[in-house]
């Protein structure tokens, strides 16, 4: 909806922050990709030091998760310092969540489908963006979309008559 009308008409308030919410999930999906270079950059380097597959995969996770905590705070949910480390507590906690789910995906990639460790940890990474995205926003970083955008999204007692 539009306020007002020729050269003056505004968004309301309410369509920018729908408008940067739309611009989040690619801004998380930026910072990890970034991450998600870093973290296979870590993984191949400890994995040809001679570290198990396992334990490679799990420490570059919790590497790249530290990198990516700071690329989400600051830039995808421009966040201040306030509450820095309290949410970092929450991050690492959902990072060893997702770090979990990596190593369970690359074991069966590599134990069962035979799958070289390393192409297992590229592809392993990639089905739990989705869910990490989530975690983060909600729980660690405790977003959620203004009222108001909730509000007009729902369906009014009214229309439905």
């Known amino acids: 909806m539009v306020v007002g009308r020729?050269?003056?008409?505004?968004?309301p308030e309410d369509a920018v922050h729908v408008r940067l919410d739309h611009a989040q999930p690619a801004k998380?999906?930026?910072?990890?990709?970034?991450?998600?270079?870093v973290n296979l950059l870590a993984f191949a380097t400890l994995y040809a030091a001679g570290s198990a597959y396992f334990a490679a995969s799990a420490s570059a996770y919790l590497v790249s998760n530290a990198l990516m905590y700071v690329g989400n705070r600051y830039y995808t949910?421009?966040?201040?310092?306030?509450?820095?480390?309290?949410?970092?507590?929450?991050?690492?906690?959902?990072?060893?969540l997702?770090?979990?789910?990596?190593?369970?995906?690359?074991?069966?990639?590599?134990?069962?489908?035979?799958?070289?460790?390393r192409l297992g940890q590229a592809i392993?990474?990639?089905?739990?963006s989705p869910f990490a995205f989530?975690?983060?926003?909600?729980w660690?970083?405790?977003?959620q979309a203004p009222?108001?955008?909730?509000?007009?999204?729902?369906?009014?007692?009214?229309?439905?008559?």
């Open 77 to 96: 949910f421009r966040l201040g310092d306030a509450g820095f480390w309290s949410a970092y507590a929450r991050y690492l906690a959902v990072g060893v």
């Open 28 to 37: 998380f999906l930026a910072v990890g990709a970034a991450g998600y270079a």
């Open 147 to 161: 009222r108001a955008v909730c509000d007009d999204l729902r369906p009014s007692k009214r229309s439905a008559v």
């Open 134 to 138: 989530v975690l983060f926003k909600r």
């Open 124 to 128: 392993a990474l990639l089905p739990v």
């Open 98 to 117: 997702v770090a979990a789910g990596v190593v369970s995906l690359l074991s069966a990639l590599v134990e069962m489908g035979g799958v070289d460790a």
């Open 6 to 11: 020729g050269r003056e008409a505004q968004l």
């Open 140 to 143: 660690t970083f405790r977003i």
